[in-house]
T-cell receptor, first 109, second 114 residues
């Protein structure tokens, strides 16, 4: 099963908005798009999920275009504690979630 | 967060030892998962159980033996492991229903095989 594609790493400064884009070229009609965050030596943590258009919660926003071939996770005003790896795994609709390498975000002071 | 707990948090074992990893979820979920995360590598799905029945075995070597006695508990029995099996082993759970199914992960067990 093909994985999703996202940048390997990104750098940012505190207080900036960070946008991480993921390609979902093999997304199926019923698949939802889910993003997770992982700190070192911890398990991934759910951030946000959506199907199309825009979803916002207290942590982030998720933008999904009409063709759903990509998604953009937007983190407003990042802080040092947002330094982590961010994943947009492929949800197959069953139980086989395919995690890629993720995007390593490094926030600098 | 204490929704999914894993014990032990750290484990060092020799190649001839037998040990077990334990996972418990307090979220009322029906599906449970084992993942392996080696250094600098993506998470690799190992096993999935739904309502205590194994639904996925991702070509995992037989030296890893899962057990799911009920929907709240999941074990991973280890025997005659190799040094390359050293990794962070993560347990997760989910409702197991529908396209919006979201996984909740435990803190992991850091395993070192000498």
């Amino acid at each position: 099963l093909a994985k999703t594609t996202q940048p390997i790493s990104m750098d940012s400064y505190e207080g900036q908005e960070v946008n991480i884009t993921c390609s979902h070229n093999n997304i199926a009609t019923n698949d939802y798009i889910t993003w997770y965050q992982q700190f070192p030596s911890q398990g991934p943590r759910f951030i946000i999920q959506g199907y199309k258009t825009k979803v916002t919660n207290e942590v982030a926003s998720l933008f999904i275009p009409a063709d759903r071939k990509s998604s953009t996770l937007s983190l407003p005003r990042v802080s040092l504690s947002d330094t982590a790896v961010y994943y947009c795994p492929r949800n197959t609709g069953g139980f086989k979630t395919i995690f890629g390498a993720g995007t390593r975000l490094f926030v600098k002071a | 967060e204490t929704g999914v707990t894993q014990t032990p948090r750290h484990l060092v074992m020799g190649m001839t030892n037998k040990k077990s990893l334990k996972c418990e979820q307090h979220l009322g979920h029906n599906a449970m998962y084992w993942y392996k995360q080696s250094a600098k590598k993506p998470l690799e799905l190992m096993f999935v159980y739904n309502f205590k029945e194994q639904t996925e075995n991702n070509s995992v070597p037989s030296r890893f033996s899962p057990e799911c006695p009920n929907s709240s508990h999941l074990f991973l029995h280890l025997h005659t492991l190799q040094p390359e099996d050293s990794a962070l082993y993560l347990c997760a759970s989910s409702q197991g229903q529908g396209e919006t199914d979201t996984q909740y992960f435990g803190p992991g067990t850091r395993l070192t095989v000498l």
